[in-house]
C-alpha cells in the first residue's frame, strides 16, 4: 500500500496534468480516477485519496498556469517527456493511418463547430467515443470548435459521478473540447423560449394523464388542451414552473401535426414535472426540458454548424427543425451515421446500469464491460479505440463489428512495445535428468532495449497443463530460449520426467514457455470473455486462471501492459493479477 506521500505525489502529478491540459483548472473527480487507475490498491482508500486530493487540489488551483506548467515541468519530467513522445506517436500514426473522414457539406475553414452531448446516466462507452471522435477529428479538420455539453435535463436519472467519469474518459482518450457546458446552465433561457412558444401558438399545456395522451397520439386525435388560447396556457405553465402542479399533473407539449405519419410530430412532450433534485442544481427548478426541446435550442445558440449523431435520431429530425423554425433560431446541418455495436455485448446504459445493480459485475470499470474506464483497466490503449472508430467512418450502413477487430488495433500498436514475460497457466512440473544449472539471459523485448533480466534453472521446471497434456512419451521439445528435453515418463501424479538434450537449437520442436521451480511469482489472471450469451447476461463471463510468472514479474508496475509469451497481452491490475486484453 502507498504511503501518505505518495499518494500526495501522485495526486500532484495527476493533478498538474489535468490543470494543464484544462485552462488551468483541476477536476477532482477526474485527478482521482486518474489516481486509482494507476494505482488500483487505493481503490479501498478512497477517503483518503479524496481528502488528500482536496487539499493539493486547493494549492494547484490557487496557481497561475505558467507557474502549474513549471512546476510540473520541474518535480515531473518524466511526465512531460512521456506527454510529448505520446503526442509525436499520435501525430505519427495519424499520418500512417490512411483512415480519412469525407469533406462536410457547407463547411469552411475556422467556422466549423461540432459537439457531443451526453446524458450523465452512466459511463461513457465505446459507442459515445465513435460520436465524441468524429466531432472531435472534424472540429480538427477544419480548425474549428468542438464542445462536450452534458445533455443534464433529466435528474432522475442523472449523478455527479457520471459527469466526472466522461471527463476522465475524455482525457485518457486524448479528446481535448474547447468548451465543456452543461444543458442546465440555461434552464432560464429554457424558460423564456418557452414563453415565446406559447405565446406564439407553437405549443400548449396538457393536463391529460399519461395514459390517454398515449391513447390520443396512437390514434392521431388531438386532445380538448390543444385548442386553448395562450393566455390559458400562460396561467398553467407559470403554476407548473412555480411548483403549483405536481409531477405528472401537467406538460408542455408542441402544437406538431397528430395526423402525422412520424408520429414523434405527434404534439411531442417537450418540458416536463420532475421533483427529484438536480445533481448540480439541487430543487432550483421543476420543470426540465426534454432532450428533444433542449438539444436543438443548445446547438443553435452554441453556434453548433454541424451536428453529428447517429442515425437512430433519422426520425426526430424533423422535429428538431421544426422547434427552431417556431422560434426563428438559426438551424444547424444535422449529419448522421451508423450507431456502433459490438457483438455480444451492449451499449445500453440502462442495461449496463441494470446489470451493476444487481452486482452481476463489479462496478462500471469492470474488464468485460465496453465501457471507456473498463476498456482501460483491460490492457486497450487509447490510440486503439482511436483508430478503430476513425476506420468505420460516417457510414450511415450499419455493421457489427466483432472484438476481434478492436484487439487487431491494439495488438498492432502493442505489440513493438509491450515487455515480455514467461507465465506458466495452471503449471504441471517438468524434472530435467542430468540437466545443467544455467543463468539465461533474456531480452525483455526482442527489438526495443528495454533491458534483459536472468532465469534461473535447476533441472525442475513448471509448463503449461494444456502442452502438458499433449505431451506422449518419446517425443521432444524446447524450453523457449533454454534447451531441448526428451519426455521419458508421465507418472500418474502427474510430474513429468525427461531428459536434458542439449542447448543447440533443434528445428520443428514444440516451443515451451517455462518457469524454474524456486523462481516462481505466484499470478492469477483474469480472462474477460462475451458479456451476453443469446442477448442475455453470460454470467460465465469472466474466467479466472491461476499460474506461475518468472520472477521478474514481480517488478511489472500496475497498470502496464505486457505480453505473457505464448498467453496474450495483459494489464497488470494489482500485485500478482493481471487481466488478459486479448491474445
Known amino acids: 500500500m502507498a504511503t501518505d506521500q505518495e499518494i500526495v505525489l501522485l495526486v500532484k502529478k495527476h493533478a498538474l496534468l489535468n490543470a494543464t491540459t484544462h485552462d488551468g483548472r483541476a477536476d477532482k473527480g477526474a485527478v482521482i480516477g486518474r489516481v486509482m487507475a494507476e494505482c488500483s490498491d487505493l481503490r479501498t482508500e478512497s477517503k483518503l485519496v479524496s481528502e488528500i486530493a482536496a487539499k493539493v487540489l486547493s494549492e494547484i488551483n490557487s496557481l497561475t498556469f505558467g507557474q502549474q506548467r513549471s512546476l510540473l515541468e520541474r518535480e515531473f519530467p518524466e511526465t512531460v517527456q512521456a506527454e510529448i513522445q505520446k503526442k509525436k506517436d499520435q501525430s505519427k500514426r495519424d499520418s500512417e493511418r490512411g483512415f480519412e473522414l469525407p469533406k462536410l457539406v457547407d463547411a469552411k475553414v475556422g467556422e466549423v463547430v461540432t459537439r457531443f452531448p451526453p446524458e450523465p446516466n452512466g459511463f461513457m462507452h465505446i459507442g459515445h467515443a465513435k460520436a465524441a471522435f468524429l466531432g472531435s477529428e472534424y472540429a480538427k479538420m477544419y480548425k474549428g470548435k468542438f464542445i462536450l455539453r452534458f445533455d443534464d435535463t433529466n435528474p432522475a436519472a442523472e449523478k455527479k459521478e457520471y459527469y466526472d467519469a466522461f471527463r476522465d474518459s475524455f482525457a485518457w482518450l486524448g479528446i481535448k473540447p474547447d468548451l465543456i457546458k452543461n444543458s442546465s446552465d440555461d434552464m432560464e433561457r429554457y424558460y423564456a423560449l418557452a414563453e415565446e412558444m406559447l405565446e406564439g401558438g407553437y405549443a400548449y399545456i396538457c393536463t391529460c394523464s399519461q395514459e390517454k395522451m398515449r391513447e390520443l397520439r396512437g390514434i392521431g386525435e388531438a386532445c380538448e388542451h390543444a385548442s386553448q388560447r395562450a393566455e390559458e396556457n400562460l396561467h398553467l405553465w407559470r403554476k407548473m414552473i412555480s411548483g403549483d402542479l405536481g409531477k405528472s399533473e401537467a406538460t408542455f407539449r408542441f402544437r406538431g401535426n397528430m395526423k402525422s405519419l412520424n408520429t414523434t410530430m ?200 494444456d502442452d502438458a497434456n499433449r505431451l506422449k512419451v518419446g517425443s521432444r521439445i524446447r524450453l523457449i530460449e533454454a534447451y531441448d528435453i526428451q519426455i521419458n515418463e508421465i507418472q500418474k501424479s502427474g510430474i513429468i520426467l525427461a531428459t536434458y538434450k542439449g542447448e543447440e537449437r533443434t528445428a520443428d520442436v514444440p516451443k515451451l514457455q517455462w518457469v524454474a521451480v524456486g523462481e516462481e511469482y505466484p499470478m492469477m489472471v483474469k480472462l474477460p470473455g462475451p458479456l451476453l450469451q443469446n442477448d442475455e447476461f453470460n454470467p460465465k463471463s469472466l474466467q479466472s486462471i491461476n499460474g506461475i510468472a518468472e520472477s521478474a514479474a514481480g517488478q511489472i508496475k500496475i497498470g502496464e501492459i505486457i505480453q505473457f509469451v505464448r498467453f496474450g497481452f495483459c494489464r497488470m491490475d494489482s500485485p500478482g493479477t493481471a487481466i488478459r486484453a486479448h491474445r
Do not use: C
Open 266 to 465: 405527434r404534439d411531442p412532450v417537450l418540458l416536463r414535472i420532475i421533483d427529484t433534485p438536480h445533481p448540480l442544481l439541487g430543487n432550483k427548478f421543476f420543470v426540465w426540458p426534454t432532450y428533444d426541446f433542449a438539444g436543438p435550442i443548445e446547438d443553435s445558440l452554441d453556434g453548433v454548424t454541424h451536428v453529428m449523431r447517429s442515425k437512430e435520431y433519422e426520425l426526430r429530425d424533423e422535429l428538431y427543425h421544426a422547434i427552431l423554425n417556431s422560434l426563428e433560431l438559426r438551424d444547424p446541418r444535422i449529419i448522421e451515421f451508423s450507431r456502433l455495436k459490438l457483438q455480444n455485448t451492449t451499449l445500453s446504459k440502462r442495461t449496463l446500469g441494470k446489470i451493476i445493480r444487481e452486482k452481476q459485475v463489479q462496478g462500471w470499470d469492470d474488464p468485460r464491460l465496453p465501457t471507456i474506464s473498463a476498456l482501460e483497466r483491460r490492457g486497450f490503449l487509447a490510440e486503439a479505440i482511436h483508430e478503430f472508430i476513425l476506420s468505420m467512418g460516417v457510414s450511415k450502413v450499419e455493421s457489427e463489428p466483432t472484438w476481434d477487430l478492436l484487439e487487431s488495433f491494439n495488438r498492432k500498436l502493442l505489440d513493438p512495445i509491450a515487455k515480455r514475460y514467461f507465465f506458466v497457466p495452471d503449471p504441471v512440473k517438468v524434472q530435467v535428468s542430468d540437466a545443467p544449472e544455467l543463468q539465461v539471459t533474456l531480452k525483455y523485448h526482442p527489438e526495443r532495449d528495454y533491458g534483459e533480466r536472468e532465469l534461473a534453472t535447476h533441472g525442475t521446471f513448471l509448463i503449461p497443463s
